[in-house]
Structure formats: structure tokens, C-alpha cells
């Protein structure tokens, strides 16, 4: 730790060193916007500076960010926020009625009528109303009470404060959360954080990634004798690999958190992207709900959503928000207040999720846009998820599950021992070797699976379906024509 | 922790229970948002609702709040922000052509030309490249690197990554931070939650809240014992105390930084918010670097600016950067790993705080608006904090410093000893209720200064200086007649 003496008087170095930092930051990764995306940025710079490549431009299907992939904003939504912006433009004809009345609606209920004001910790009020009226409606009218909705920074807040409630003891008593492999990195980022420990259920690929609680089962009697285990967390539709839970899978998933008296987490992020004939989304909330006041009246439950996925894909507001049912009053309150340190959410995100929640309806007119809109990202998504899964499970040694759901398809790899071999040369695990020649070659950044947890010995990629479908088609020929140089590179 | 019996079978009673959450949370207090202000809402409901009340409206001065206090926003910003969510603006005529052009550039730097796309975490390049722009001109030429500016989420959220990344060790060994009492509560909680130690040092009250450097190393030595002392965090211009430090004082708190080898953390929000003659802001980057290499070289620190504060007041947006000077390459690796995995901060949070460090220019259209709108919202915080000293000062019982910079006033009353009698059989401190009756009596809203920390025996409130003038002599002339009153009842 010590530095070059200064004018002869030695130096004590940093006060700030990898040694002595907090050191469960150490342990974090997140492999979404890890070394690889870096490494694609800097590739961007130098084709931008006139370096020559094998290719014209790096296409980032690593993240879940489909406006940065072409797809246009929903008009009605960026109507209102650019009213709320610019109330002089409520005096404008060229904006419809409707636009107008949510943003006055929206200005009303906030500090001095400017989205400029801090709004109430857990969120404005009547947004958090329009909230529980959404939830009521898709869950087929079982009660959602405004008091238990909290608006937050994107659902990776949410998510963040809700583990952070729930850890607590040391040792053997350490606060122990079930989460799926593979994951979204979140969880894992944050357990490390937290100093939560992470156990870890596998779903079952060769079943369409789908859940087994005889896994579940598995994964707590083992972790029990290290730790403590009280969350389960459940990703559906799945992050990344693409599976929609069914409703039986659901109630068992239910059922066993009651047995094992464990406080269940719904990301539900996705709720709007299912595309497989035959699935389709049922929220936890209201499976619970319907199994009874056994379930209903006691099971602890948060459930979270946000702008950034579904049709709408509005990331950069970090717009989201997190249900709680059944958590202790007491609890709630201490939820509340250290939600109060950090002010509030991003209004302007808390704006766009009302509109979310509250879209224009068929006597309004915005209406026919607005469903013309919506209807079309979705459609293009379902035929985008077809072709993927096709397209995969054409090329030797790729195999895919469809992609039921959400915005990724989570393909696995078969890699030659040669390969392999050579990755531990280069010091890589094989997937990430893989994942970098493919960037270096075909200009296409995609997340080695071990970014997300696998099982032993198999390896993935995730890749997102958003590229526009001549774009995605595209980088589907580019991945089968590198994999099967690869392949024989190394046979 | 046993609940009633479900159909014959006894329950095991909640998850998650006020025994076994995360202990940290508890202790977290935070004033500025707490039961007053819970209480404050829960009265303008009643008014609402035609209960009679001795006052008409519930006045929150609270919390620096400026939208919601009735300030208007700055035009030139929100016509840049509706061009940015909505695009189709600009081939409108009613914007002028520089604002049009700053929305073409965050567009252009945007994924897709949308707002709606994640940015890099860090936040977008070119508005880091104008924020170290801004640096640099602020500073009288120091240079300033892009790669060291993070955008945020507010700065609280910059200076709870900083601080999480400071904490370490454990019993004796654990990371002691230093913080100003009376201070922003942001603080206590942010340690109380990573289960950091605080080491308080007080302002000097009779000093005009000044910084005395031989208190800090009382402060120092005495935590030396139970904790390592590694950070010094310095509120410049000062919250809630409104003192904006010397020159002299900065270099004397830089020395004895580098001397006990601590980590500066510069929290300058109120950069702008300066009133008193004879003041100026130095930021304590430059003053750092004007000391000379052994200083600039070697010292790290970590300084912190806001888009909710100064004159454009936008606290909803939660737009923020910290700057990092002299970080271990490592560690610094490690913060943008850190700050990847909340994906980036919001980004029309990141555009407004672009159009604060590049505002409109002299030869541009937009700059004689900009400047008279800026200038008259200063000119009329210098004024309300000359008349909110004044004021104050008229009082019996009440002693108020000047209020040199910042946006709140925490003035001393001093409370008759069966005052404190009562507070005590209520089972309240003093000052909450003397605070609680203001709010029951007058309307007005006001944070009691245990919430911020006081000498033992002393007494205050904090007050934003916020309302309009003639709103802010009404709630001066309330607080004057209650004081009055209140100290009469208890004599």
C-alpha cells in the first residue's frame, strides 16, 4: 500500500484501496453490462475512428433496451410526458384531448402542479390509485389497496429494497434467498451485496426452463444447514430464459412457500410479453388469491413491475413500482420510512407508469393509435420469438427452448473439448471465450450464460429478441455462420 | 410472534417481523420526512374534507421543495425536455432554435435517438463531457476528466455509492465517517444502514455555524478509540445551517484531511445559493488543487451536485453527479461495477442536468430569458434569507445566524423548562413538540432540529427559506405569534 515518497516524506497511499474496501462489492458481478459490453463500446469508437473490421457495426443484443434497438415510443405516452414537461403546451391543437387531460391530472396531483416537485416518498397518490385499479382489472377484481402500492426507481429498486428488509442474522442464521438458475444477475449482485446467501434452484431445460418445486425442495433442504432461508424469488415470464409459468406451477410454487414459511418476491416485469400459443400470464398475486383466505390472508407477497419492458420499453425513466400484500404493519412502516431517505422516484417516471396503468380508452382518441401501437410491438415480438427458436435449432449444436415470454432466448451451446481447452488457456470460462470471438468476428455482443448461472458443464448465451426482424435475422445467420466456424475450428 | 389458528392449525405468524428484519433499518431516522410530515398531510386532508381548523392551509416549509413552494421552473429546461419526449416538436415554430439544437445533441447521444433507452451506466458520455466542461469553467480552468464524473440518481444517491464503498471492517476496525451536527439526515441514515459508525463534530452556532478545525480533532481522537476514522463529509454551503465556508476554512479542513489521511467527501449542492455579502462559493476541488500537487496529487475525494437545489430547484427529475478525483484505478473499476448493476440513472434526469452545466449562451436566442428567470429566483432567495433573519431575530426567545447561503434557516428558541416538562410527559423531545403544537395551531410545517442533531440542552428548527416572499412573512408572523404565545403558557 505504500506510494512514492513525496518531497522525501513517504506517502501512506490511498486511503480507498481493493483492500480495504467494502468487501462485499468485491464479490458482485454483472455480467449485462460487464467486460464484454465495454469491449463492444470500444469497438463502436474505433469504427467510428475508421479502424477496419470484418464488420460495419456492433449490434447489442446483450440487454433488454428496445428503443435503443429502433423500436419507436408509444406517441400517446410521450404526448402527455412532454405536456407535463411543457405545460404551455396545453394551449397547443396538436395535442388530442385526451393527452391533455392526463397531463393536467398528472400536474394536479403534483407539489405546485410541476413534475419538478419531489412527490410523496412511496409515490404520488393518485398514481399509486390508477395502480391498484390496473392490478384490480388484470387480476379479475381481487382488491388492491393504493397503502401497499410503493413507485420506485425502475423494479430494480423495488427488488433491492425488499432483500433489503428481509436480511438479517450471521452465520448459520444469515438470511438465505431462493433464486432461479439461471438468474438475472440482480439478484445475485445484490444477495453478494446485501451478504444474503443465494441458494440456488435450478429450472429444468430439457421442460422449457420450467420450475419443479421437487427442485425447490432439493435446493432448501440443503441450504438449511448453512443458513437460514425466508425469500423465495421467482422471475415469470423468465429472465432470460424465456418461460411462462403455468397456473398449476404457480399454485405449487405457492404452495410450498406457505410450507416452508418463506416470503415470496413475484418479478413479474414482463407481464405483457407472452407470445407461445396456449400460455399465457397469470400474476401470483391473484393465483394466491384464488387458492383461498388460507393463502390469501397470510402469505407475505411483493410483486414487481416497471415501464422499461412490456410494449412500452421506456427504460430510461426508470419507471416501476412494487406491490406488498400481507407484510406486518409494522414492517410497512419501517418500509416506508426508509424508502423517505432517498425523497422519491423519478417523477417523470412516475408519470410514464401512470400512463401505463392508465391507457386510453376506447372512447378516447387516442385510442385506436395507442392499440395500433401497442398491438404491433407485441405481434413483432411473438413472430421475432418464433424465428429465433427456429432459426437456433437449426444450427448443429445450438439448441433452443421457444421463447415463450419476455424479451430473451437463453439458447444452449454445444462446445468441442479443443475449445474448452483453449479457453482455460486464455484464462476465460468457454461460454465467455466464445461470447468475445463472436464479438470480435461478427460484431454481435451477447452475455456468456455463465453470467446468469447454468448448470455444470453446459453452456448458453442470452440474447435478446429486440433487433428489428431484418436486423435480427441478420445477426441469427451471423451467430449460425460463426458457430459453425467455430465449431470446426476446433474439431 | 404466533398468530391465530387457521382452521385448527396454529400458524407460524409473519415472515418477516419487526424481530427479524434488518437491524440497521430500524435505526435509520429520518426527520425531514417523518411523522410531522405525516401528520401535515393527514391535516390538509381534513381541510379538504371542511374539518375546522384556526388556519386555512397546511404550509410545508419542511423540506426544499421549490416547484412545490410555487417557484416556476426554468423555461429554456422544459422546452428542451418536451423536445426530448417528444420529437415531433421540433419541427414546431414555437421553440427557438438553440433549444431545438440541445435536444438534437441528447437525442443523438441517446440509444435509438430516444430518452426511453438505457444509457451507460455512468451516464451519457457527452453529458459528462459537460459537466467536466462546467467544472472547469467553475473552477478557473482546473481540469476536469469526463471519466471521473458519475451521473445519478439526485445526489443522495452518489453519496450513499460513495459511502457503501468507504465501509469496512468490524468492531474497532470498523470505517468511522464524520459528519457535521447539526447535518442532513441523509447521512445518519445512510451509516445507520451500512452499519457504519458516525463520528459527529459540531458546528460552531456562536461562529455563524462556522467549521473550527480543533473541533474536528476532538471529534477525530475520541472516535480513534471504538472506530477507523477514514471520511470527513463536509455540507458546503451548509444544510440546514445556510453557513457557506471561507476560503481559508477549506484549505485548514483540506490539511487536516491529508494530515489524518481521510477521505473527503464534498457535498455542494447549493453551489448557487449564496446571499451574504463577502461570501463566495469555492468548491473544495479547486481550493484542493490550488494547494498545490502534494495536494492535488495525492488526496481523494469525492464532490457532489444536484439538479434539486440552486436556482432551477427541479427535485423530481433526481439528476445528480458526484466527481472522483485521485480514486484507485481498482476501486474505481469497482464503483462502475457497482453502479452497472441499477442499469443508469434516469435519463431525463441526465438531459436536465446537461442543460444546467451547458445553459444558454449570450449569442443564443433563449439567453435573456434564461438569465433575468435565474437571476430573479436568486435575487429572491437573497432577499427571503435577510428577511428571515431579521425577522427571527425581533423575537424573544429566538436567535437566528444569517442565513449566508443554502435554502434553510435553523434558528435556536429556547424553550421555558416546563415546556420541556410537558414535551417529556407527552413523551416527546422538546423541540418536536413545540414543532407538533406549531403545526396543530398554525398550519405550518417545520422539522425540529433533533432531527438534524444539536448540542445537548440547545433547541431548533429547520425552515426553508422556499415560500413566496408574501407567504413567507405570514409563516415568519405565525412562527413569531406561537413562539410568543408558547413561551407565555409555559412561564
Known amino acids: 500500500m505504500s506510494q512514492e ?4 516524506v513517504p506517502s501512506r497511499g490511498k486511503v480507498l484501496t481493493m483492500d480495504n474496501m467494502n468487501p462485499n462489492l468485491k464479490r458482485i458481478e454483472y455480467a449485462v453490462r ?3 459490453v465495454q469491449r463492444a463500446m470500444q469497438i463502436e469508437k474505433e469504427l467510428n475512428e475508421g479502424v477496419k473490421k470484418p464488420f460495419k457495426e456492433v449490434i447489442k443484443a446483450n440487454i433488454g433496451d428496445a428503443h435503443a434497438m429502433g423500436q419507436k415510443p408509444i406517441t400517446f405516452f410521450r404526448q402527455v410526458l412532454a405536456l407535463c414537461m411543457y405545460p404551455e403546451l396545453l394551449d397547443d391543437n396538436m395535442f388530442p384531448e385526451d393527452a391533455k387531460k392526463r397531463a393536467r391530472r398528472i400536474l394536479k396531483a403534483c407539489g405546485g402542479q410541476s413534475i419538478g416537485a419531489y412527490s410523496a416518498s412511496q409515490g404520488i397518490e393518485c398514481i399509486r390509485q390508477d395502480v391498484a385499479h390496473y392490478i384490480e382489472r388484470r387480476d379479475g377484481g381481487i382488491p388492491s389497496n393504493p397503502d401497499n402500492i410503493y413507485l420506485s426507481t425502475g423494479a430494480s429498486d423495488a427488488i433491492v429494497t425488499m432483500l433489503k428488509l428481509l436480511v438479517c442474522g450471521e452465520g448459520r442464521d444469515r438470511t438465505g434467498v431462493m433464486i432461479s438458475i439461471p438468474q438475472y444477475p440482480l439478484y445475485s449482485a445484490t444477495l453478494a451485496e446485501l451478504g444474503a446467501v443465494q441458494i440456488s434452484y435450478y429450472l429444468d431445460e430439457e421442460n422449457c426452463w420450467s420450475l419443479d418445486v421437487k427442485e425447490l425442495r432439493r435446493a432448501l433442504n440443503a441450504a438449511r444447514q448453512h443458513c437460514n432461508p425466508r425469500v ?7 429472465n432470460p430464459t424465456g418461460q411462462v409459468q403455468s397456473r398449476q406451477c404457480i399454485e405449487d410454487v405457492i404452495r410450498f412457500a406457505k410450507e416452508e414459511h418463506l416470503f415470496l418476491m413475484a ?3 414482463y407481464q405483457d410479453n407472452v407470445y407461445a400459443e396456449g400460455c399465457k400470464f397469470h400474476s401470483f398475486k391473484k393465483v394466491l388469491f384464488e387458492m383461498g383466505p388460507e393463502y390469501s390472508s397470510t402469505m407475505e407477497m411483493a410483486s414487481f413491475h416497471s415501464t422499461s419492458k412490456c410494449y412500452m420499453g421506456e427504460c430510461g425513466f426508470r419507471g416501476g413500482y412494487m406491490e406488498v400484500i400481507n407484510l406486518d404493519p409494522e414492517v410497512k ?6 424508502v423517505s431517505v432517498r425523497l422519491c422516484p423519478p417523477v417523470p417516471g412516475q408519470a410514464l407508469l401512470d400512463l401505463v396503468v392508465n391507457p386510453p380508452q376506447p372512447s378516447e382518441p387516442s385510442y385506436a393509435t395507442f392499440m395500433k401501437e401497442r398491438t404491433a410491438v407485441l405481434a413483432a415480438l411473438a413472430e421475432k420469438a418464433r424465428l429465433t427458436e427456429e432459426t437456433f435449432n437449426t444450427v448443429p449444436g445450438i439448441t433452443c427452448n421457444p421463447v415463450q415470454g419476455a424479451m430473451y432466448t437463453f439458447p444452449r451451446i454445444t462446445l468441442p473439448q479443443k475449445a474448452i481447452d483453449k479457453a482455460k488457456e486464455e484464462g476465460q470460462v468457454p461460454d465467455m471465450y466464445y461470447c468475445i470471438r463472436l464479438l470480435e468476428e461478427e460484431g454481435i455482443c451477447l452475455v456468456p450464460g455463465s ?12 440474447m435478446t429478441i429486440l433487433p428489428p426482424t431484418e436486423k435480427l435475422k441478420v445477426v441469427l445467420q451471423k451467430i449460425r455462420d460463426f458457430h459453425l466456424r467455430f465449431t470446426q475450428e476446433f474439431s
Open 267 to 269: 418479478d413479474e416485469v
Open 451 to 462: 453470467g446468469f448461472g447454468q448448470r455444470k458443464g453446459t453452456f448458453h448465451f442470452r
Open 5 to 8: 515518497a513525496v518531497n522525501g
Open 232 to 238: 423465495l424469488c421467482i422471475i415469470n415470464p423468465g
Open 333 to 338: 412502516f419501517q418500509l416506508t420510512k426508509l
Open 34 to 36: 460487464g467486460v464484454l
